[in-house]
């Protein structure tokens, strides 16, 4: 789930790539997460999928019975999204908006941002004015479930590592390239695709983009700083307590909602 211009070939072989990932399930597990901590006066109601991509998690959360928003800056995922809409006849809005410039007609019960899509804004601001757009666009008492990657999934499981997929219409070539500096542990993700056409010939299509790391002290000071009180930290695939190999972190905070002077910077 990427919150990128572009994306255009990634888009189209997305869903593909990330078959294991057990959407329902994840939806499953964060439910209980709101139920534990969305406050009892605060009825269910709007749901925001951050960085939705082509619209898997939303989908999900729509079958618990969510009114869902999605947005994502990629034209390309949203209109994959878009086709599952049109197959499942879900109720989930789809917008083409930049996370860092959330703008909304209403106010939100619960933010949701999975799979590691914070990971990829590049600047300590850009996470800055997330933060705060969500918070500023949240009911007092919301709740924003988001997740990121750890510096030991860069380090030890990323890294310079390359991956080959056989997909069903195509071959995708993964190669990571870490640069060692703390403590953002940058990885710059090369995406090779070669499509099948007629006979043996392939069409080659490129992205790259990259994914930094957001070390726990800071994420926990830009939650204070734009309003947010963090309930829990789990280990965002087990959703035990963190362990020195977590791979990645979720993340629970409830939002203070409304103004704050962080949304303007």
């Not at 800055?128 to 030890?156: C, I, M, P, Q």
Request: net charge negative.
């Amino acid at each position: 789930m990427m919150q990128q211009q572009g994306y255009s070939a990634f888009a189209q072989f997305y869903d593909a790539l990330t078959a294991n990932v057990e959407y329902a399930a994840r939806a499953a597990h964060m439910q209980q997460l709101i139920e534990k901590w969305l406050p009892e006066q605060m009825p269910e109601h709007i749901l925001l999928d951050l960085a939705c991509g082509t619209g898997s998690l939303s989908e999900a959360f729509a079958r618990l019975g969510w009114d869902v928003i999605g947005i994502d800056s990629s034209e390309d995922m949203l209109n994959e999204a878009l086709d599952k809409k049109y197959d499942s006849g879900l109720p989930v809005q789809y917008l083409k908006q930049d996370m860092r410039a959330i703008d909304l007609f209403g106010t939100l019960t619960v933010t949701v941002c999975a799979l590691d899509s914070l990971n990829h804004l590049q600047t300590e601001d850009d996470l800055r004015r997330t933060f705060s757009r969500v918070n500023l666009f949240s009911d007092a008492g919301a709740l924003f479930l988001f997740d990121v990657n750890t510096e030991y999934k860069h380090r030890e499981i990323l890294a310079d590592q390359c991956f080959v997929y056989e997909l069903p219409d195509a071959v995708c070539v993964w190669q990571n390239h870490l640069t060692p500096h703390a403590p953002d542990w940058p990885v710059t993700i090369e995406l090779d695709f070669f499509e099948h056409t007629q006979g043996r010939s392939y069409l080659r299509e490129s992205e790259e983009f990259t994914e930094r790391i957001y070390p726990p002290e800071l994420l926990e000071a830009l939650l204070r700083e734009t309003g947010f009180t963090l309930l829990e930290v789990l280990d965002g695939d087990t959703y035990a307590a963190p362990v020195p190999e977590t791979q990645r972190l979720l993340y629970i905070a409830r939002a203070s909602g409304g103004q704050h002077p962080a949304a303007h910077s």
